[in-house]
């Protein structure tokens, strides 16, 4: 681990969260790359009811982690309530493969997210308590990289086990929880907090006087995180286009490996970049390409133009998932650090139930260019926003 360092100018803390959160990941793509023809074909769900099982699900996660957080900050503690949400996660794999109606894979979903929730905030507190601010951009990138990892390899091992078993998607779902255990392992094993300095007093409580004191830095980087979150739905709905442009459920994992080899490539150079040149035009810049993958993605006539928007989508996604994480850590002091998480996940994941409901709604309605033409405005609009009203003045820089 001294050699990793060295080359990673990063403690091994963090990189040790990075393999907890790639086998996390594989775990979890093993099965959401099968999930949305699951539920929409073996179950018969509708691509409405899928949006509503994805968007409560990451609400639900949302609503979590803010009270996770508040717990975090209150006990001074990170990696035990981290801990205990891997291993929820970990032992609700099996749910899926035991699901013969859409209403079980909802609780299945729900409890999986519950997980991931518990762990999120404490989590992304932790990754800052590790190192310093400068090089903040660099730890979440890397984290948020080795994840992608994960995201890739997830749904490849589901290609390679669906032919290996004849399509048998619920043995897949079941294979899923072999590495999800090994994320708990690394993470108890691997993984030491640093102490906590704030002292007792100033540990917080969830009032609106604690809330307006978190500070305007921090709220105008929620806002950014609530048009981001409207343009962008869960990617359930990438694959249901790639579906319907021609792709086998057996391949369907397919469209979650493009998206992430180009996300998991980009998110570690993109955070090392805005650690040297600032992160608001790295987010600007974010937003130009949503618009270009959403419209992508509505009007292309193939699979490959569907793929080829897949990949705009990841590299979007390298461009402000890990730099908005390195924006709450900076715009927050220290004491609330897992709270300002916490709240900005529980406003973003709210706005994504609205997300996700209405592109279901419209995908129903009016098909997928719809859906995606929708996101593309609303990102549209954020950029517009984001150039505008984000401009910082000179001597108050929001995002520098």
Same mark, same amino acid.
Request: glycine share 12%; no cysteine; charged share 10%.
């Given at each position: 681990?001294?050699?990793?360092?060295?080359?990673?100018?990063?403690?091994?803390?963090?990189?040790?969260l990075?393999?907890?959160?790639?086998f996390?990941?594989?775990s979890s793509?093993m099965?959401?790359?099968?999930?949305p023809?699951?539920v929409?074909?073996?179950?018969?769900?509708s691509?409405a009811v899928?949006?509503?099982?994805?968007?409560?699900?990451?609400?639900?996660?949302?609503?979590?982690?803010?009270?996770?957080?508040?717990?975090?900050?209150?006990?001074?503690?990170?990696?035990?309530?981290a801990?205990a949400?891997y291993?929820?996660?970990?032992?609700?794999?099996?749910?899926?493969?035991l699901?013969?109606?859409p209403?079980?894979?909802?609780?299945?979903r729900?409890?999986?997210r519950?997980?991931?929730?518990?762990r999120?905030a404490p989590r992304?507190?932790?990754?800052?308590?590790?190192?310093?601010e400068?090089?903040r951009?660099?730890?979440y990138g890397?984290?948020?990289?080795?994840?992608?990892v994960?995201?890739?390899?997830?749904?490849l091992?589901?290609?390679a086990l669906?032919?290996?078993?004849?399509?048998?998607?619920r043995?897949?779902?079941?294979?899923?929880i072999?590495?999800a255990?090994?994320a708990v392992?690394?993470?108890?094993?691997?993984v030491?907090?640093?102490?906590v300095?704030a002292?007792?007093?100033?540990?917080p409580?969830?009032?609106p006087?604690?809330l307006?004191?978190?500070?305007r830095?921090?709220?105008l980087v929620?806002?950014?995180?609530v048009?981001?979150?409207?343009?962008?739905?869960?990617?359930a709905f990438?694959?249901?286009?790639?579906?319907? @442009?021609?792709? !086998?459920m =057996?391949l369907?994992p397919?469209?979650? *490996?493009?998206m992430? #080899?180009?996300? &998991?490539?980009? +998110?570690?150079?993109?955070?090392?970049?805005s650690?040297?040149i600032g992160r608001r035009?790295l987010?600007?810049?974010?937003?130009?390409?949503?618009v270009l993958?959403?419209?992508?993605?509505a009007?292309?006539p193939g699979?490959?133009?569907?793929?080829a928007?897949?990949?705009?989508?990841?590299?979007q996604m390298?461009?402000t998932q890990?730099?908005?994480?390195a924006?709450?850590?900076?715009?927050a002091?220290? @004491?609330?650090? !897992?709270? =300002?998480?916490?709240?900005?996940?529980? *406003?973003?994941g709210? #706005?994504?139930? &609205?997300?996700? +409901?209405?592109a279901?709604?419209?995908?129903?309605w009016f098909?997928?260019?719809a859906t995606?033409?929708?996101?593309?405005?609303?990102?549209?609009?954020?950029l517009?926003g984001l150039l505008?009203?984000?401009?910082?003045?000179?001597g108050h820089?929001v995002?520098?």
């Amino acid at each position: 681990m001294k050699g990793v360092r060295l080359r990673l100018n990063l403690p091994r803390g963090i990189v040790a969260l990075g393999f907890v959160s790639l086998f996390m990941d594989v775990s979890s793509e093993m099965i959401h790359g099968l999930l949305p023809l699951f539920v929409v074909g073996t179950l018969g769900a509708s691509a409405a009811v899928l949006g509503l099982i994805e968007g409560l699900g990451e609400a639900t996660a949302s609503v979590v982690k803010l009270f996770s957080g508040i717990l975090s900050d209150r006990i001074g503690r990170r990696k035990p309530l981290a801990v205990a949400g891997y291993a929820l996660s970990a032992l609700t794999k099996p749910l899926f493969a035991l699901a013969g109606v859409p209403g079980v894979v909802l609780v299945a979903r729900l409890a999986d997210r519950v997980g991931k929730g518990i762990r999120g905030a404490p989590r992304d507190a932790l990754v800052a308590d590790l190192v310093p601010e400068a090089q903040r951009g660099a730890a979440y990138g890397l984290r948020q990289s080795m994840d992608t990892v994960g995201a890739f390899i997830g749904p490849l091992a589901a290609i390679a086990l669906m032919a290996a078993f004849a399509g048998n998607v619920r043995l897949v779902f079941w294979l899923a929880i072999i590495p999800a255990l090994a994320a708990v392992a690394v993470l108890v094993i691997y993984v030491h907090e640093p102490e906590v300095r704030a002292p007792k007093a100033e540990r917080p409580r969830l009032t609106p006087a604690s809330l307006v004191a978190l500070g305007r830095g921090f709220w105008l980087v929620v806002g950014i995180g609530v048009v981001l979150t409207l343009a962008r739905f869960s990617e359930a709905f990438l694959i249901l286009r790639a579906s319907e @442009a021609g792709l !086998a459920m =057996a391949l369907a994992p397919l469209v979650l *490996v493009v998206m992430n #080899v180009v996300y &998991a490539l980009a +998110a570690w150079p993109l955070g090392v970049l805005s650690d040297r040149i600032g992160r608001r035009g790295l987010l600007v810049t974010g937003f130009a390409v949503l618009v270009l993958a959403d419209l992508v993605l509505a009007f292309a006539p193939g699979l490959w133009g569907v793929l080829a928007g897949v990949a705009v989508w990841g590299l979007q996604m390298a461009l402000t998932q890990g730099l908005l994480a390195a924006e709450v850590a900076a715009a927050a002091p220290a @004491a609330v650090r !897992a709270t =300002a998480f916490g709240v900005f996940n529980m *406003v973003t994941g709210i #706005v994504l139930l &609205a997300a996700n +409901a209405l592109a279901g709604v419209l995908w129903a309605w009016f098909g997928a260019g719809a859906t995606f033409g929708a996101g593309a405005g609303f990102a549209a609009l954020g950029l517009i926003g984001l150039l505008v009203l984000g401009r910082p003045r000179p001597g108050h820089e929001v995002l520098p």
